[in-house]
């Protein structure tokens, strides 16, 4: 029989772990987390990456850098404006958010 303790928590990484591994900058991460695009919980001041989310830092081979955050801030931003849009039911804020994506 096992209990909650006996498994291994997952590792956290903090911001500064990441941006001295390659994972982009410290700023570049607080951006990622405040536009929704990387999930991150807060541990007392400082905000930890799950490690099972990491594969959300990568990007594909050959991609502009600049492009995919260009990207990410967009569809972020279309999906800030189409939650926020009280007048229009489901199925037309899901419409809005298919012709406001990027990708």
Request: proline share 6%.
């Amino acid at each position: 029989m096992s209990t909650p303790f006996t498994e291994r928590p997952e590792r956290l990484f903090s911001l500064r772990e990441l941006a001295s591994a390659g994972y982009g900058t410290r700023d570049t991460l607080h951006k990622r987390i405040s536009l929704g695009v990387l999930p991150a919980v807060r541990v007392g001041n400082a905000w930890k990456v799950r490690e099972r989310d990491l594969v959300l830092l990568t990007e594909p081979v050959g991609a502009d850098p600049t492009d995919v955050d260009e990207v990410e801030y967009l569809n972020a931003l279309a999906a800030r404006i189409v939650s926020a849009w009280p007048r229009l039911s489901t199925e037309r804020k899901a419409e809005l958010g298919c012709l406001l994506a990027i990708a």
